[in-house]
């Protein structure tokens, strides 16, 4: 349910214009920053159009509806840390485990209209997942962004956008979510990035990608995806 690229909630500052480390090559904080923003603003006018049978339709994330994954975007702007560390002890230190029920508590909680408003009066919020920085806050919601637009036909982030989350992708993201490229290399055909190293190139767009590498898609159920 949740991924590797957002772990446990923080609050540092995202103020400062300097290069993290686990930052995409030459991209600046400021740019990360502000493409973050951009996504949550996109998502939450793309939510708020939502119909009540859209809301409840299963999403990407296995056990998930709709809400549930709008609530749990939502978790940074409606949690304290030490809220978090307490809701991780009572799910027997799962922040898996954690995160499915406060989804899940959240989605019923509040109504759809609160859940979008909540998103989109944060969208400037300086949340970033510890040791993901900036490019984690990001990806984070990209990635949750498609486990939303894809079962429901609708737009997703720009490939070049997609293109920053996966510039930031370590192996160790691709072993979380349990994927092998098994030699082979993903190109994207809209924008200029890839992810693995192998001989066999496998082309495809930036989106694709990024479904594959994070274990929303199988390799093999890519449309299009050619060799």
């Not at 192996?171 to 979510?177: A, D, G, I, L, T």
């Not at 190139?201 to 594959?212: W, Y």
């Amino acid at each position: 349910m949740t991924d590797e690229f957002s772990r446990p909630v923080s609050y540092k500052s995202m103020n400062t214009p300097t290069m993290r480390k686990d930052s995409p090559m030459g991209t600046s904080s400021a740019h990360l920053t502000s493409e973050t923003r951009t996504e949550r603003e996109r998502l939450a006018s793309l939510f708020g159009d939502l119909t009540p049978k859209q809301w409840g339709m299963p999403s990407l994330c296995d056990g998930w509806q709709v809400r549930e994954v709008v609530a749990h975007m939502t978790m940074p702007f409606r949690t304290k840390p030490f809220g978090v560390m307490a809701g991780v002890a009572r799910a027997r230190f799962s922040f898996n485990r954690y995160a499915d029920r406060d989804a899940r508590s959240a989605a019923q909680a509040m109504s759809e209209a609160e859940l979008v408003d909540l998103l989109r009066r944060n969208v400037d919020h300086p949340w970033q997942p510890p040791g993901g920085g900036e490019a984690g806050a990001l990806s984070h919601d990209v990635i949750h962004g498609l486990d939303v637009t894809e079962p429901l036909g609708l737009p997703s982030a720009p490939a070049d956008r997609v293109a920053l989350v996966l510039a930031s992708t370590r192996p160790r993201q691709m072993n979380y979510f349990g994927v092998d490229l098994d030699g082979r290399k993903l190109a994207a055909i809209d924008t200029d990035v890839s992810v693995g190293e192998g001989s066999t190139v496998v082309m495809m767009t930036a989106k694709e990608i990024l479904l594959v590498v994070t274990g929303r898609r199988p390799l093999n159920e890519v449309p299009g995806a050619s060799r």
